[in-house]
């Protein structure tokens, strides 16, 4: 499999703050992609990066292009649903279409007007009038209507209630997903896309941490509900993260053969939200 | 470049109309309406004796011009529009890099297959050939008001001014002619405009302190380090209307190539040049 994006120890400062720290990353074509992080560990960096909005330092290639040389160009085979209400405020919903179509080859009116009229957005309202979830809806319409190769979301459901981030994600898989187009999503709400994703990214403090397929994920890491009288045992194993549950200590292993772990009690695949955790404290502490 | 990249120029300056309407549409709408009626109240408020002198002198003024020799009269007319769209493209080339870097709607627009010196040569053209445009609409409707009450308070004093389509075409003629020169003006003042741009692009906040803030410093370093205003008699050098006002057709030569004219073009095309940079590095 190709993939889409390709970055080799991008690098970008702030004055002292480095915001990338050598960040190298592959994500697939045709994936979903997580790119998992607490606040500033550099998502939205990362993400503007690969769209050349964010000069870096590094090798960087983006769906065959360097985003620092031709960004316009990139955006033809690109587009982007930023963390903020991104859209202008004092324009009218027909005028963002009329925009879009104008600017953009691969626009699909018809498209979009389908996809607005299942929802409840009055095409004559000014953005400004329209609530956060109605904005995200609008802007998630338009994305979809332009046949491109990859959607990058930068916490794309931030401030909606539970209902429109859960019709975000539904239109989502069902409109755009289709095996060959890939969507990188960055967000908090690690559970509410878990069970979209087949490739996971941790960032922490401008490096990546983690960069595997959620199959990888199954094979690499284990988690071991260990009784009492086999911590010693788990202890010696390494474990890259231990948590008390019900009562039981709770163990996750990193490239530890599961038949060594199958001793210990009874195995999972740790969810990406305890990953998570684990990894941050792990890289945090290691 | 291919047809629809062509066509995107379409959208982005209807973008730009549909932003700043408040200062391109909406400024001459409502000063055409106080103009005019400030006239009217003035010729109420005179002695019908003096009123009578007045359009003598006027039938007198027009007595024989043609529609092109009578222009520049009307152009007179126009001044107040002038001074207004001035100051309009001043605000707008301040504003214009900086707002939508303000409300984040940078990142919309970014994320489109725009480049960023389209974007910002659409600003220019808009400027220099849009908002004069629609200023000239909104002037033609004041003139052609402004030609009937001329005629209705002649025939009123028995007096005839001048022919009604005399007057008319002299209207149109001054027009173009107002037209021309904001396109002409806009390429003599384009170090200004590139500078106004260049801030508009960088400054975090207050572009109109940046822009103002750093010539001014340039000018003392200038006038500290070496003793010489060059930066400051330049600029006054281009301050002159008259270099840039088409009184009649022949001038519109003259006016764009000379040697002036070139050297501020390409100083207007370095500054935006790095406007464009500016709006590329600058996130």
């Known amino acids: ?286 | 470049m291919d047809k629809f990249s062509l066509l995107q120029y379409r959208a982005l300056i209807r973008r730009e109309i549909l932003e700043h309407r408040n200062l391109f549409i909406l400024a001459p709408t409502f000063l055409a309406p106080i103009l005019f009626m400030a006239m009217v109240w003035i010729a109420n408020q005179l002695d019908p004796d003096d009123l009578g002198s007045m359009i003598s002198y006027l039938a007198m003024l027009f007595n024989g011009l043609s529609p092109v020799e009578m222009a520049p009269i009307f152009m007179l007319g126009g001044i107040p529009f002038i001074i207004v769209l001035f100051s309009c493209a001043i605000v707008y080339l301040l504003v214009t890099l900086y707002q939508d870097r303000k409300d984040s709607s940078v990142l919309f627009w970014q994320s489109m297959p725009v480049s960023n010196l389209k974007t910002v040569l659409t600003k220019i053209v808009t400027v220099g050939a849009i908002a004069p445009f629609f200023y000239m609409a909104v002037l033609f409707g004041f003139y052609l008001v402004t030609v009937i009450w001329l005629s209705i308070l002649g025939v009123s004093h028995d007096i005839e001014i001048a022919g009604i389509g005399y007057m008319f075409m002299a209207a149109v003629v001054s027009l173009l002619l107002l037209y021309i020169s904001a396109i002409v003006a806009t390429l003599w003042l384009l170090p200004s405009v590139g500078w106004l741009l260049l801030f508009s692009a960088f400054a975090r906040r207050t572009p109109l302190m940046w822009a103002a803030g750093v010539f001014i410093m340039i000018g003392f370093l200038e006038d500290f380090l070496f003793g010489t205003q060059f930066l400051a008699n330049w600029v006054e050098s281009r301050a002159n209307p008259n270099q840039y006002l088409i009184m009649s057709f022949g001038d519109v030569f003259d006016r764009i190539f000379n040697y002036d004219m070139l050297f501020g073009i390409v100083v207007g095309a370095i500054l935006i040049a790095g406007a464009v940079l500016m709006r590329r590095f600058i996130d």
Not at chain 1, 3 to 11: D, E, G
Not at chain 1, 47 to 67: F, Y
Request: charged share 25%; glycine share 6%; hydrophobic share 45%.
């Open chain 1, 1 to 286: 499999m190709t993939n889409i994006v390709h970055a080799r120890s991008l690098q970008k400062s702030y004055g002292q703050f480095k915001a990338l720290d050598g960040v190298d990353l592959d994500i697939p074509a045709g994936s979903i992609c997580g790119l998992i992080g607490p606040n500033g560990a550099g998502k939205t960096t990362t993400l503007k990066a690969l769209i050349g909005l964010c000069d870096v330092e590094g090798e960087l290639t983006v769906a065959g292009r360097d985003p620092r040389v031709a960004r316009h160009k990139l955006m033809e085979e690109v587009c982007f649903i930023a963390d903020v209400g991104i859209l202008p405020k004092w324009l009218r919903v027909s005028q963002v279409l009329d925009y879009v179509e104008g600017v953009h080859r691969k626009f699909d009116r018809a498209k979009a007007i389908q996809l607005l009229s299942t929802t409840e957005i009055p095409s004559n309202k000014r953005i400004k009038e329209l609530s956060k979830g109605m904005v995200t809806q609008l802007h998630l319409a338009l994305v979809m209507s332009i046949e491109v190769q990859l959607l990058v979301l930068d916490e794309p459901t931030l401030g909606m209630d539970i209902i429109y981030r859960k019709e975000f994600y539904d239109r989502l898989l069902n409109d755009f997903v289709d095996g060959n187009r890939t969507i990188i999503i960055s967000t908090h709400q690690v559970e509410e896309i878990e069970t979209l994703l087949s490739h996971l990214v941790f960032i922490k403090r401008g490096a990546i941490v983690l960069d595997a397929s959620m199959a990888e994920l199954a094979e690499i890491y284990t988690e071991v509900l260990v009784t009492p009288d086999k911590r010693a045992q788990a202890d010696a194993l390494g474990p890259i993260h231990v948590r008390e549950l019900l009562g039981k200590k709770s163990y996750t292993y990193e490239a530890v053969p599961k038949a060594e772990l199958k001793v210990l009690g009874e195995l999972h695949t740790p969810t990406v939200a305890d990953l998570f955790v684990a990894k941050m404290k792990d890289a945090k502490h290691g």
